[in-house]
């Protein structure tokens, strides 16, 4: 064991103290003045490792799919709250804070809902109720929420997606409030476009009148770089900003699965958000690695996939409006990447199958250890 003299004492000395735990993303990210959040599954709160890992490494939740429309609103007239409450129980005796997500999307809608035909103005009815009694719901416990989700199309650059809520029919048409409230030297271009996301106004609106303290958020997804779609949002936001419409801030979702990501990109998009004075918040991060049949992931793919969750961390620390950093789940044992990508992909959390820290835990903890501001 050891020679004699020197030696001995410091073998003595090493058997005797405790191995130094190094501390938690949560109590990094408390130092660092930043939120760290995961998506959580109601559901699994039951099994002690994810309970324990969940309160022990974050200080914000949110929930997975608990509170959307199909879960939260399963007939016209009723809503189930039972998921969306046992999370929030959670989070509030744990003291995490907790995001909202989310009120307005094309997808995971109820039969109800998409198969029967309304006009404009049941719609509007239909989804006002719907904010309203969930944000309400919430008041006082949710402190963010992402409103609308995705209301930018992936294949018309810059253009909004085609749904129930915009023109299929949409709610636009039972009330007109962008082009009423327009600042009279509006030009016709901002104009035009003020009236195409003016459903998406109506629904910031009946948020923060349910809810006047909650931070109010659009969330989108392939906005995080500079590209047409954060272009779009940008020019919507800017124009919120401008005529007082209530919006808070963006969610960049961050779900990735190029190795090589554009993180000066991602930061140049972050900071031109922050100077219209919204907030930041990664809400989605995963980094989805290509797996073989067993799950498993290359051991280099996960050194690459280290080194994007640190500089994805160490873009949003360097903004204070940066806020709420947040991965989509944080095990590999649930996450929607293997579904998704029909099992091609996955490993794309911090935490492995067995809740075991991967490298990109370390290299998140320590990017949040060097991130005080
Ligand atoms: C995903 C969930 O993770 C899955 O469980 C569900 O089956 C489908 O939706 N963008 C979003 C999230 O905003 O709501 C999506 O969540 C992932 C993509």
Redesign the pocket.
């Known amino acids: 064991m050891c020679a004699g003299g020197w030696s001995c004492v410091f073998f003595l000395i090493a058997v005797a103290l405790p191995t130094p735990t190094p501390p938690s993303l949560r109590a990094a990210a408390d130092h660092a003045g930043i939120l760290i959040g995961a ?1 959580v599954r109601p559901e699994q709160l039951s099994e002690a490792a994810y309970a324990s890992t969940l309160a022990r490494e974050f200080n914000m939740v949110e929930p ?2 608990a509170i ?1 429309w199909e879960v939260v609103h399963p007939a016209a007239l009723s809503f189930d709250f039972s998921q969306g409450d046992k999370m929030v129980d959670f989070a509030m005796t744990h003291k995490m804070k907790i995001r909202g ?2 009120l307005v ?1 094309h ?2 809608n109820p039969k109800w809902l998409t198969e029967k035909k309304y006009t404009s103005g049941e719609l509007a009815e239909i989804l006002e109720r719907h904010i309203k009694t969930v944000v309400g719901h919430y008041r006082g416990k949710i402190f963010a929420w ?1 409103v609308v ?2 209301a930018f199309d992936e294949l018309q650059p810059g253009k909004l997606r085609s749904t129930i809520w915009r023109d299929q029919p949409g709610i636009v048409m039972a009330g007109n409030e962008a082009a009423s409230s327009s600042p009279a030297h509006s030009t016709p271009s901002a104009r035009s476009s003020q009236q195409s996301y003016a459903y998406i106004e109506r629904c910031f609106r009946w948020a923060h009148e349910a809810d006047p303290q909650a931070l109010l958020f659009y ?1 989108e ?1 392939e906005a995080e770089v500079m590209n047409p779609k954060s272009d779009a949002i940008y020019a919507m936001v800017r124009d919120f900003r401008q005529r007082g419409v209530p919006i808070d801030g963006v969610g960049f ?1 961050m ?1 990735i699965a190029n190795l090589h990501p554009d993180v000066a990109s991602v930061s140049a998009n972050i900071k031109r958000f922050t100077v219209l004075g919204v907030q930041v918040h990664i809400t ?1 991060m995963d980094v989805a690695l290509p797996v073989d049949p067993n799950g498993n992931a290359r051991p280099e793919d996960l050194q690459l996939q280290a080194d994007i969750y640190r500089e994805i961390a160490t873009a949003c620390l360097s903004h204070p409006g940066c806020t709420a950093i947040q991965t ?2 944080f095990t590999d044992k649930y996450s ?1 990447i293997g ?2 990508s029909k099992h091609t992909q996955g490993a794309a959390l911090p935490f492995d199958r067995d809740y075991r820290p991967k490298p990109a835990y370390a290299a998140l903890r320590n990017a949040l250890g060097s991130g005080r501001r």
């Open positions: 998506a997975e799919d959307k997500h989310t999307w997808q995971q992402d989700n995705e969330n997804a979702q779900h989605e989509w789940g929607w579904s998704h």
